[in-house]
């Protein structure tokens, strides 16, 4: 289901998923096949894991590769949940093929 609110989604972000909710800044982000991929990819993410469980370790290893990186964006996008999504947002194909799990081929120490 697709929620539209500029108000849930954080500053310098388009989109983001909480089971079973993909929520997008704007209306036409609707249309933007690739960000909707991205999201489901999370929404799949999300499942595997019971949902909660997804969100624990989201921000343990966020937390983790803040203390890394010391920088908000290359801790983010070194979270292994984002490492997949953004590795495979263009390919439209990708859910109806990925592993279950497959995400543990993009953790990284």
Request: aromatic share 16%; glycine share 2%.
């Amino acid at each position: 289901m697709i929620l539209i609110s500029k108000y849930m989604v954080p500053k310098g972000y388009l989109g983001m998923t909480i089971f079973p909710f993909m929520i997008l800044k704007t209306t036409s982000l609707k249309g933007d096949a690739v960000l909707i991929n991205h999201e489901k990819i999370h929404l799949k993410q999300q499942l595997e894991l019971l949902i909660l469980p997804f969100f624990i370790i989201y921000v343990f290893e966020f937390l983790w590769r803040l203390i890394q990186y010391k920088n908000w964006d290359l801790a983010y996008r070194n979270i292994s949940f984002e490492r997949e999504a953004y590795a495979k947002e263009k390919d439209l194909e990708y859910l109806k093929t990925r592993p279950s799990y497959n995400v543990v081929h993009y953790i990284k120490k």
